[in-house]
């Protein structure tokens, strides 16, 4: 069985972990799964939490023009029954070389808006585990 991810767990958080932690305790939500995308070309973060009240969606990078400058953590809760379209779908194929099967997997909705995808070729630790324990929590809680 896929564990579920927490906020902190993930090792590409930094200084927003903390922010994240007091922003879910100050709320008083449990937190059952979480997942975090890394823009490598400005190094924003777009992280989601699945919660007892909610799915809670932050964004995270510079307060103003300046990237050197003051960062700022900004989010907004989703009721479960406001998330809409939700889906996981997934695309997987045998290499005939290796004989290694290729996956694919991408959770989507479309209010609020996510498309989160992971792969066997993808960096990190266990992506697909990450992304699929946080699909199975979104889906568990919004339907």
Known sequence: MLRDMKIGEWDNLGRARGLLQRQL??????????????SPENGRLRIYVATDIGLVDYAYGPAGADP???????????????VRGLRLQTDAQMDEASGEAKSI?????EDPKIELTASTDSPGEKPIDALLAFARACIHHAS
Request: glycine share 12%; proline share 6%.
């Open 25 to 38: 305790g100050d709320l008083g939500a449990d937190e059952f799964a979480s997942h975090v995308t890394l």
């Open 68 to 82: 050197e400058g003051p960062w700022m953590l900004r989010g907004q809760v989703y009721r479960w029954p406001s």
């Open 105 to 109: 997997w991408r959770l989507v909705a």
